[in-house]
């Protein structure tokens, strides 16, 4: 009797799994990305930088800077600065730097704070430019990221928008290690979207967008980045992930922080997922393949794959407890001396997928930024 148990967990896990299954063969034998001639648009657009800035008096010099120094001509930037209400000196130390530069700047301070996607959308109708770089005050990118995000998206008029791939910056730790192994496969398998038709799982971190598309987004339900994609492709457009757009940001080093922001990320993209399903009944791939692939995957697989796995264990524990055992440790060895594994990561990730499935927070709008601030 009790054998069945056993049968019925991996089966209940195998199901769960079937989304990640069909995206392991999709990456891997699927559709590739366009490879786009960036040489042959020599002309580049005047873009706004649209900064969106809560207590980052730490980063906010250096994220400038690396504006100054990216590859992109200094002559066609515009950097807007949208402090959300900070309690610390983000607008002086912004000021400062741009003041002292070529750059057309304009810096604006909310008179409440609002989050992220409210500060987005004024951040849009102050620019002056109709391509937008939405961007966070506490990443880095590499000196060409910018001008590859832009020369993919002026490249064909049915994009709408590009996502820059996101990394945990360098280290050698047995977390960033994990962290890197998931968003590289998470980011392929957004490309592999983006690639047949488009991708709503965008990196907020790093946006280009055209804003005579895309003029403003949901201010109170999900993140900014699942929503610019969601009006894009609402409109028929196409939205584009590039791995070859790279970005980088500082994990948490305390684990409390870095729980906090996985769970915030996860609760805003469940909620957007869920709050533009009517987008199921539209003609394209997006909605008869990926879209219900992701419902599945966010919904759905995190219970059932723990389930599963409760369901086995118990099953295991009463017929064969010690090969339960082994199979633990080797699971734990496995974490231990093989950092960046596939298997844990996945793991992880259901964890915090579980966590912003059933939080009781009512938004994932508005939060304390995780980067280190001045004297931490």
């Not at 195998?14 to 063969?25: D, G, K, T």
């Not at 946006?207 to 610019?228: H, S």
Request: charged letters at 20%.
């Amino acid at each position: 009797m009790y054998q069945y148990l056993i049968i019925a967990g991996i089966i209940l896990v195998i199901i769960a799994s079937l989304p990640y299954f069909i995206y392991f063969f999709g990456v891997t034998f699927g559709k590739k990305i366009d490879v786009i001639d960036f040489n042959s648009i020599v002309k580049l657009p005047n873009i706004s930088v649209v900064i969106c800035a809560y207590k980052e008096e730490r980063n906010i010099y250096k994220k400038i800077q690396s504006i100054l120094d990216c590859s992109y001509p200094n002559d066609k930037i515009e950097v807007i600065v949208v402090v959300d209400r900070s309690n610390d000196n983000t607008e002086g130390v912004a000021y400062e730097i741009l003041e002292q530069s070529d750059l057309s700047w304009r810096i604006h301070v909310n008179n409440e704070r609002t989050g992220k996607n409210k500060s987005l959308n004024i951040g849009m109708e102050i620019a002056s430019n109709d391509i937008i770089v939405d961007t966070d005050a506490d990443v880095i990118w590499e000196t060409t990221t910018v001008e590859v995000m832009v020369r993919r998206l002026i490249s064909d008029e049915k994009i709408a928008a590009v996502s820059a791939d996101l990394q945990p910056y360098f280290g050698l730790d047995r977390i960033t290690s994990m962290e890197k192994t998931y968003r590289s496969y998470f980011g392929r398998m957004s490309e592999w979207e983006s690639a047949i038709d488009a991708t709503y799982v965008f990196n907020g971190n790093l946006i280009v967008l055209k804003k005579n598309i895309i003029d403003g987004i949901t201010e109170f339900i999900g993140p900014d980045d699942a929503n610019i994609a969601f009006v894009a492709i609402r409109k028929g457009y196409r939205t584009i992930y590039d791995t070859r757009a790279k970005v980088y940001e500082e994990l948490p080093v305390d684990l409390n922080k870095q729980y906090s922001q996985k769970a915030r990320r996860a609760k805003g993209l469940i909620q957007a997922t869920l709050a533009n399903m009517d987008l199921l009944k539209m003609k394209r791939p997006f909605s008869r393949i990926h879209y219900p692939l992701r419902i599945f995957m966010y919904v759905i697989t995190p219970t059932l794959f723990f389930i599963g796995l409760i369901v086995f264990a118990i099953g295991l524990l009463i017929i064969f407890p010690i090969l339960l055992l082994i199979l633990l440790l080797v699971v734990a060895l496995l974490s231990i001396l093989w950092k960046g594994n596939l298997l844990t990561s996945f793991i992880i990730n259901q964890i915090y997928l579980m966590a912003g499935l059933y939080s009781r927070r009512k938004d994932a709008v508005i939060w304390e930024s995780t980067s280190k601030k001045v004297g931490e």
